[in-house]
């Protein structure tokens, strides 16, 4: 069965260092998204991509980067990590359909980030 | 600006009774609205949507009502099941940009 996975689950990390959170899918998706859940926030829109190379700045972006080298993964890495970015990290993907039906996003387990 | 809203952050209902869930916007623009729902230490679920152009849509238990006059659309859930019992985000779409706007949540506790 198609299905989006992320990882690691949890994980800890100490302010400035460098993290890397995977994503990978394969719905054979064109487009993909990274939120972020905080209380009283709901889901932000870090980045998205809607296909191979190409990657967007969401609402939230500041200190994240993203990159798209192929269909199914799109990892989301913190420069420089800064306690204000812990929460809790989803990925998204979806078809990219256009007209006549919502484009369904599909979402992984979740990253529980704690930057201390 | 927040433009997909939710100000009930919680809700309590008995088993068997209906819930319903409320979500406010301000987009005109939006063709799309969804539900989605989420269990502890789990990614959100898609749970039913509706188009712009209809003011309801139902799918078994689940019934979402559109006012667009309002800018207001609702969940139903009925009869209400402990398993129902999670945190609901109602979710908007403009059709092309792919991107939703997501309300902040409610959480609705079903009490057996």
Same mark, same amino acid.
């Given at each position: 069965?198609a299905e989006i996975t992320q990882s690691p689950r949890h994980k800890?990390?100490?302010?400035?260092? !460098?993290?890397?959170?995977?994503?990978?899918?394969?719905?054979? /998706?064109?487009?993909?998204?990274? %939120?972020? !859940?905080?209380?009283?926030?709901?889901?932000?829109?870090?980045?998205?991509?809607?296909?191979? /190379?190409?990657?967007?700045?969401? =609402?939230?972006?500041?200190?994240?980067?993203?990159?798209?080298?192929?269909? =199914?993964?799109?990892?989301?890495?913190? =420069?420089?990590?800064?306690?204000?970015?812990?929460?809790? %990290?989803?990925?998204?993907?979806? =078809?990219?359909?256009?007209?006549?039906?919502?484009?369904?996003?599909?979402?992984?387990?979740?990253?529980?980030?704690?930057?201390? | 600006?927040?433009?997909?809203?939710?100000?009930?952050?919680?809700?309590?209902?008995?088993?068997?009774?209906?819930?319903?869930?409320?979500?406010?916007?301000?987009?005109?623009?939006?063709?799309? $609205?969804?539900?989605?729902?989420?269990?502890?230490?789990?990614?959100?679920?898609?749970?039913?949507?509706?188009?712009?152009?209809?003011?309801?849509?139902?799918?078994?238990? $689940?019934?979402v009502f559109l006012n667009k006059s309002a800018k207001h659309l609702?969940?139903?859930?009925v009869p209400s099941q402990p398993g129902d019992s999670a945190v609901?985000?109602?979710?908007?779409?403009?059709?092309?940009?792919?991107?939703?706007?997501?309300?902040?949540?409610?959480?609705?506790?079903?009490?057996?």
């Amino acid at each position: 069965d198609a299905e989006i996975t992320q990882s690691p689950r949890h994980k800890i990390t100490e302010t400035g260092r !460098q993290v890397t959170l995977a994503c990978h899918q394969t719905w054979n /998706h064109n487009n993909m998204f990274w %939120y972020r !859940q905080d209380l009283g926030h709901g889901l932000r829109l870090i980045h998205y991509s809607y296909g191979v /190379h190409d990657t967007n700045k969401g =609402e939230v972006s500041d200190g994240y980067s993203v990159s798209r080298s192929n269909t =199914e993964d799109l990892p989301l890495t913190l =420069e420089s990590a800064a306690s204000s970015q812990t929460s809790v %990290y989803f990925c998204a993907s979806s =078809e990219g359909i256009s007209g006549g039906a919502p484009d369904t996003q599909y979402f992984g387990p979740g990253t529980r980030l704690t930057v201390l | 600006d927040q433009q997909v809203k939710q100000n009930s952050p919680s809700l309590s209902v008995q088993e068997g009774r209906i819930s319903i869930l409320n979500c406010d916007y301000t987009n005109s623009m939006f063709d799309y $609205f969804l539900w989605y729902k989420k269990y502890p230490a789990e990614g959100p679920t898609f749970l039913i949507s509706i188009s712009s152009i209809k003011d309801k849509n139902e799918d078994g238990r $689940f019934t979402v009502f559109l006012n667009k006059s309002a800018k207001h659309l609702s969940l139903h859930i009925v009869p209400s099941q402990p398993g129902d019992s999670a945190v609901y985000f109602c979710a908007a779409d403009t059709s092309g940009t792919y991107k939703y706007i997501f309300g902040t949540g409610t959480r609705l506790k079903v009490l057996a």
